[in-house]
């Protein structure tokens, strides 16, 4: 007869967490890049942007920082950690956000973000984070 188990097993990453997380890393050196590129190489500013006309430095600065949010919002999905699925949210919502600020080409933008929101709230993937129990126990 098998011993029952003492440790409860750590949940297994939801395949579309690993896809998000592995998103985030695209998105967080791709933006960086792209930033680094319109200031250094090409000296120029998208018209979205031109608030940072003057101080083009610090757009890139920007862009590191939202590089680095989207970093550790990859460790934490795929970690299965709680604060990786709430940024992971908050930076999906600030997708739609920019998306807005951006249309019409952050349509595409809006539209992932949006459905992002969808899958990170859908129950499987709140119970792998550990989030479903609690919002039971709660009731």
Do not use: K, N
Request: hydrophobic fraction near 65%; charge should be positive.
């Amino acid at each position: 007869m098998l011993a029952p188990r003492v440790f409860r097993l750590r949940p297994r990453r939801p395949v579309g967490v690993t896809l998000l997380a592995v998103w985030s890393l695209v998105v967080g050196v791709s933006i960086l890049a792209l930033a680094a590129f319109a200031v250094y190489a090409l000296r120029q500013i998208p018209r979205v942007f031109e608030a940072f006309l003057a101080f083009p430095d610090a757009l890139v600065a920007v862009a590191g920082l939202v590089a680095a949010l989207q970093f550790a919002a990859a460790i934490g999905l795929w970690s299965l950690r709680r604060w990786g699925w709430v940024l992971s949210l908050g930076l999906s919502f600030a997708g739609v956000v920019a998306g807005a600020l951006t249309l019409p080409f952050g349509a595409f933008g809006i539209l992932f973000a949006l459905a992002s929101v969808w899958y990170l709230t859908r129950r499987p993937v709140r119970e792998a984070f550990g989030l479903a129990h609690q919002a039971a126990a709660g009731s």
